[in-house]
């Protein structure tokens, strides 16, 4: 599994709260990523990081924020959770040519 | 638009049977190629994958194939087992072994396995 672990792994929030996803890796990969999962859509790229403190937006970044101040966590940041935001979301490691996921965090905005 | 498409959304087969999971693609710069499989309630997980220099990959009971010429590939599953029973997904990235390694996925196609 990578030894990723993403919390919390359900939250119900309100619309116009912030929040924050964790994501936690064990294996010093050094790039990381936050997708989201929609039916209809698969995965989709919100926003990646290549290196502490190096990140870079995806294909759905619009809402949603990333830090990454230590090789082994990766956090995603919704500043103001909106109805649309409510999806599972997924982090992932790169190892080698694949991606690795975490087991992911179902979000449901109120 | 998009430029990776699973264009069935389910597919059903009878145990022991053989299973083929299509994908389509439209970036012809893709140059490595990566199936997913993913159970209901947990995180997608790898299976198998190819780079563009190849045209087939087998590892057990799953055979990756790629017509680059018809940008098209196929995930082989043979013989199909209850357990095989999952969302795949197709994914697809240019200079993988460069860059950041971004994945394009499409949408999948549930896969049932009947006993």
């Known amino acids: 599994d990578a030894g990723i672990t993403q919390s919390p792994r359900h939250k119900v929030t309100e619309t116009g709260t912030p929040v924050t996803l964790r994501c936690h890796q064990t294996?010093?990969?050094?790039?990381m990523y936050w997708y989201r999962q929609d039916p209809g859509h698969g995965l989709r790229l919100i926003h990646y990081?290549?290196?502490?403190?190096?990140?870079d937006k995806g294909e759905v970044s619009d809402g949603y924020s990333v830090s990454r101040s230590k090789t082994e966590d990766f956090l995603l940041t919704l500043e103001s959770a909106t109805s649309s935001q409510t999806s599972v979301y997924f982090c992932?490691?790169?190892?080698?040519?694949?991606?690795?996921f975490g087991p992911g965090t179902r979000l449901t905005v109120t | 638009d998009q430029q990776v498409k699973q264009n069935s959304p389910s597919l059903s087969v009878q145990e022991g049977r053989i299973s083929i999971l299509n994908c389509d693609y439209t970036?012809?710069?893709?140059?490595?190629f990566l199936w997913y499989k993913k159970y209901p309630a947990e995180g997608p997980t790898f299976l198998i994958s190819?780079?563009?220099?190849?045209d087939k990959n087998e590892d057990g009971r799953f055979t990756v194939f790629l017509n680059k010429s018809a940008k098209h590939l196929s995930l082989h599953i043979v013989p199909s087992q209850p357990g095989d029973s999952a969302v795949y997904f197709c994914?697809?990235?240019?200079?993988?072994?460069?860059?950041?390694?971004?994945?394009?996925f499409g949408k999948g196609t549930k896969l049932s396995v009947k006993p």
């Open positions: 970036n012809s710069m893709f140059d490595y």
């Open positions: 992932a490691v790169r190892a080698a040519y694949e991606q690795y």
């Open positions: 190819i780079s563009s220099i190849k």
């Open positions: 994914a697809a990235s240019e200079g993988y072994g460069g860059s950041q390694g971004n994945l394009i």
């Open positions: 294996e010093n990969h050094r790039y």
């Open positions: 990081s290549y290196g502490v403190k190096d990140t």
